[in-house]
């Protein structure tokens, strides 16, 4: 059977007031350098005869989309459970201020998604129970093709972790960078990681 190969593309970089915080459900746009990120990676994904494409419906991950939209024919596919993950009291707290007044480091977020302890927060599990649906479907509908989806780090990191059988907590090991480019191909009895956090616009912005 032929794989199914997944593009998964990650927004570009957010307005500068979100940057560095914990923007989640916040519906944010592109900063002038994200939409110029987004432009390079259409530019570089040209080459690509995508049969499928599908988005987050939040603002980022639509502006980031659009220029590679307006390169295929076919309508981009909304899924609104790709949004991105929910920090609860966190949100719209800078990453210095959640250390200051929670006392957890940055590098500890999905360790404490994951345990539960933000409060009003999205778990890892329930992040994982909702946009594995959308993996299903994507799977289901473009099976043996070539399909790219256009959402959020803690997302790509979401697919990531069910298409490898991993705990979310584990993909803290992978760097997932504004306007990034990770590809899988995925078989039923077999899944390989054929490019991870490429960012094609950093040598060119």
Known sequence: ????????????????????VFGGRIDMELSPHGHAQAAAL?????????????ASPMKRAQQTLAPLAGQYLRKPVILPDLREMDFGVWTGLKWSEVQ????????????QLDKGTVPEAESTAETRARVEPCLQRILTE????TVAVVCHGGIVRTLLALLLDLPIVKTAAFEIDYASLTVVDHRPNK??????????WRDHL
Do not use: C
Not at 11 to 18: L, N, Q
């Open 42 to 54: 259409a530019k570089f994904l040209e080459r690509v005869a995508f049969d499928a494409i599908y």
């Open 191 to 200: 899944v390989d990681l054929q490019l991870l956090n490429f960012t094609p």
């Open 142 to 145: 473009s099976q043996g093709k």
């Open 1 to 20: 059977m032929n794989s199914t190969r997944l593009y998964l593309l990650r927004h570009g970089e957010v307005e500068a007031r979100y940057q560095r």
């Open 100 to 111: 200051e007044r929670h006392d957890v480091s940055v590098h500890q977020w999905l360790e």
